[in-house]
């Protein structure tokens, strides 16, 4: 396949990752402008280096280098981190791929593909996480997944404490949740009953 074509499929795929998967979900315009940034700049460079005889040792070296300075310089979700790498990898594909042919057309495509299912609203919908800071101190493990269950109105998975704060009466935890599905919303008033209500209102 001429480089070329391989060049216009990898636009085309970053701006089909970029402006048509992750900014209608995650709407941040600074990682739009890295996304594409990083994927021309990877294009070019590794359409340079696939005219030398060591094109692929160099494109790994690339690959890694780049992701170690963007990943240590701002602080990304998971989400945006597979975007990322995602945006890296279509770069790679589009300059280095001319020997792999149709291949690389493939492997673009199934990027896309995956990450189009793998970031679907709709995929695990029920399940999620939060760091919460409560205001008072909580230290028994069942009084407090009982007050996240009622404050989230989910079923809590697993708690994790991150600082216990008796000074100021805070306590800030990391919780895994999974919400209810239509079925399982009458059953939640017993669960929420286990806290008491008044305590959890009260504000110290």
């Known amino acids: 396949m001429p480089p070329a074509a391989l060049y216009a499929v990898d636009l085309v795929a970053v701006s089909i990752l970029t402006f048509a998967l992750y900014f209608p979900r995650h709407r941040r315009r600074d990682l739009v402008v890295a996304y594409l940034g990083v994927n021309v700049g990877v294009l070019a460079v590794s359409a340079v280096l696939a005219s030398a005889s060591v094109a692929a040792g160099l ?94 109105g989910a079923r809590v998975r697993s708690v994790s404490v ?13 919780v895994r949740y999974d919400l209810p599905r239509d079925g399982d919303l009458p059953a939640r008033p017993a669960v929420a009953s286990v806290a008491a209500p008044d305590t959890l209102a009260v504000t110290r």
């Open 59 to 152: 494109g790994l070296g690339l690959f890694g280098v780049l992701s170690i300075i963007r990943l240590r310089s701002d602080e990304l979700s998971q989400r945006e981190v597979a975007y990322y790498f995602a945006a890296l990898a279509l770069g790679l594909l589009g300059g280095l791929g001319t020997s792999a042919g149709w291949l690389g057309v493939a492997g673009s495509a199934l990027i896309l593909v995956v990450m189009a299912v793998a970031d679907h609203p709709r995929l695990l919908a029920r399940y999620g996480s939060q760091t919460i800071v409560l205001d008072r101190a909580v230290v028994d493990r069942a009084e407090l997944t009982a007050h996240l269950e009622a404050l989230l």
């Open 162 to 174: 991150q600082e216990l704060d008796l000074a100021d009466d805070t306590t800030r935890v990391e």
